[in-house]
RNA sequence: AGAGGCGUGGCAGAGUGGUCGAAUGCGGCGGUCUUGAAAACCGUUGUGCCGCGAGGUACCGGGGGUUCGAAUCCCUCCGCCUCUGCCA
C-alpha cells in the first residue's frame, strides 16, 4: 500500500500515475485519503490530551488512598468516569477513522514508473528486446505439445480429470523428470547468482496474503481451505517475502536474496476457453521464484540484474524469447514496473509468458512493516522485487514443440545431465 | 485431538493491582585505558502514533473485560512446552 507520506509530498505524481492506470475517480480517492488522515492526527492528539488528564487523576488518586484522604478521592473519581467515557468514544472513533484509511489504501494500487506505456490491456505492451534467432523451422514436424504429450504419453490430462479435476494433470515417464530436472537446473541457476535456497511452505495465512497483497482483493484467484482459514499459494513470493514480515533489518543484512520452488495453485476463474489448450494454462504448476530486499537506492539495479538473470537461463535452453515492459493497464496492483518474459512455441506459432519480474518499491514493505535500519539507526521501508526464474509447463511446451523430429523430441544441451537422456523417444 | 504448564525488550530473566516502558545479566554501540587487542571501567542501547519542539500517548503473544489505576485479575483466540493419543 501507498504511504501516506508519499501521497502528501507527490499528489500530483500519484494522481498521475493512477490515471495511467485507468483507476477511476482517482483525484477524490487520493483527497479522501489526505482528509481522513488529517482528522485521524487531529484526533489522536486529542485523544492524548484525554488520556494525559486521566493518567494524572489516576495518579493522585493512588497517592491519597496511600494517604488515606478518601473523601477527596471520590471527588476526583467523578472527573475520571467522565474522562473515561469520552477516552472510549474518541477511541472508537479513531479506530474506525483508522480502519477506513486502511481500506482506502488498500484499494489503491502502486504508482507506475514514469518508462512504463500508458495503455489498457496488454496489446499495449512494450516490447523492449526479442531474440527470435532460435526460432526453429518446422515443415514436415508440426505437432502443438498437447498432441506431442499424448503421442509420447509423458503428459496425462485424463487422468488428472479423474483424480482432481480440469488443469491439474499428471506428468509421466520422460515428462516427470523433465519437471523434476528443469527445477533441479533453475534452482542451481540461482544458487549460483547468489540466491540463498528455501523451501518455504505452500499454504498461507490472512496475515501473508495482505502482506504481499493477493488479500483483500484477490482471494478468488486463490484456493481457500476454509476449515483451516489457510490459502494455497499462487506463487512463492507470498511465503518467501512474508518471511519478512514485521521485520527491522540492518543494513549490512542486505542484499536478501532467496530463491524457491513450489507447486503454485491458482483457480483462474473465469479464463478458461479454447485458446487455452495443453500446457498454456493450468491451476497447479512448478516454479522457481527468485526474491530480493534491498535497500531503495539499489532496487532498480538490481531489478536489471533480476532481468539478465531470467535471459541468461531462457537463453540456456536454446529458446527464442522477448522481453516486454508491461502498459500501465496490464501492471499488476502491487508493481511499480514489470518485465514479461514471452517464449516462443513453435507449432502453435504463439509467444507464451513464462517469467514475471517486478520491482515494488516500498507498496509490499510498507504492508509487511518491512524496514531497513541504517547505521545512523534511522529506519525506512525496504524495496522488494521477485520473478519467476522460472515457470515450468510453458517452458516444458515450447521446448517440445521446437525440438520435436517426428519420433523423438531433442532435450536443451544444459538440461542432458539433469534427466538422465537427451531425447525423449516413442 | 485430550490434560496440564507457559508466552515480558536482540537474548536470558525479575516483576502478581499504583510513581513499571519495565530490575539484573549477556550481547550491541560510543568512550577511557593500551603500540594494538583483550580485560576492566564509564556512558548508551525497543517500536508505533501525535507534536516544529519541549513533551504527550500507546505497546509486556492478539483481541475484549474488571478497576480511578493492569505486565500483574477475568474471558477469548493464537503460539510454544510436557504427558497421553494418532501418524508420514
Known sequence: MLQVSTIEKEFDRCLEGLKKRGFEDAESHLNEVLTIDADRKKLQGELDDVLHESNKLAKEIGQLFQQGKKEEVNKIKERTSNLKQQSKAMGEELNALESTLTKLLYNIPNIPHSSVPAGKSEDDNEVVKIDD??????????????????????????????????????????????????????????????????????????????????????????????????????????????????????????????????????????????????????????????????????????????????????????????????CAGDLGFTSVITYDFEVYSAAQEKWLEVSSVSNFEAFQANRLKLRIKNKQGKKELGHTLNGSALALPRIMAAILENNQDGDSIKMPDVLHSYLGFKEIRK
Open 133 to 326: 534467432g532460435a526460432i526453429p523451422e518446422l515443415k514436415e514436424h508440426k505437432k502443438p505439445h498437447w498432441e506431442l504429450i499424448e503421442e509420447f504419453d509423458i503428459v496425462d490430462f485424463e487422468l488428472g480429470n479423474k483424480v482432481s479435476g480440469a488443469g491439474f494433470p499428471f506428468y509421466k515417464k520422460e515428462g516427470a523428470r523433465l519437471v523434476r530436472g528443469l527445477i533441479n537446473y533453475f534452482l542451481d541457476k540461482a544458487v549460483d547468482a547468489g540466491y540463498e535456497e528455501v523451501q518455504p511452505p505452500v499454504v498461507i495465512n490472512e496475515a501473508s496474503g495482505l502482506g504481499t497483497g493477493q488479500l483483500p482483493d484477490k482471494e478468488g484467484q486463490m484456493y481457500q481451505m476454509e476449515a483451516s482459514n489457510l490459502y494455497l499459494i499462487p506463487t512463492a513470493e507470498v511465503p518467501i517475502t512474508n518471511m519478512y514480515r514485521d521485520v527491522i533489518l540492518k543494513e549490512d543484512q542486505l542484499p536478501i536474496k532467496h530463491a524457491g520452488h513450489t507447486p503454485c495453485f491458482r483457480r483462474e476463474a473465469g479464463s478458461w476457453g479454447s485458446h487455452v489448450r495443453g500446457l498454456n494454462r493450468l491451476h497447479q504448476f512448478d516454479k522457481v521464484e527468485v526474491v530480493q530486499v534491498v535497500e531503495p537506492s539499489k532496487s532498480y539495479a538490481v531489478l536489471d540484474e533480476m532481468v539478465a538473470h531470467v535471459q541468461d537461463i531462457i537463453k540456456s535452453l536454446n529458446l527464442p524469447y522477448r522481453i516486454l515492459r508491461l
